[in-house]
């Protein structure tokens, strides 16, 4: 389907290049990069399960809610805040 792109300086559709995005392959190229900063940012269970294991107060408490709420935020939004 996205076989063709439209050159304005030719003014007349082109094929497609080996250098050209088309939107599925944007999306898909998103998609990874997405997968790919979540799974940097994340640590593993056992760090996760110690982390709530070891918090002791409401101060911590809120501090790690914090930290997973934005996982929450990210995942929903599909982007990181900035």
């Known amino acids: 389907p996205e076989q063709v792109k439209y050159d304005a300086d030719a003014r007349a559709f082109v094929p497609l290049g080996p250098e050209d995005i088309t939107p599925a392959k944007q999306k898909e190229l998103d998609a990874q990069q997405k997968a790919q900063e979540i799974s940097e940012r994340l640590p593993d269970w056992a760090a996760v399960e ?3 294991n070891n ?3 409401l101060e911590e408490a809120k501090a790690y809610l914090l930290k997973l709420s934005r996982v929450v935020y990210w995942l929903a939004k599909g982007r990181p805040e900035q």
């Open 55 to 57: 918090i002791s107060n």
């Open 50 to 52: 110690n982390a709530v």
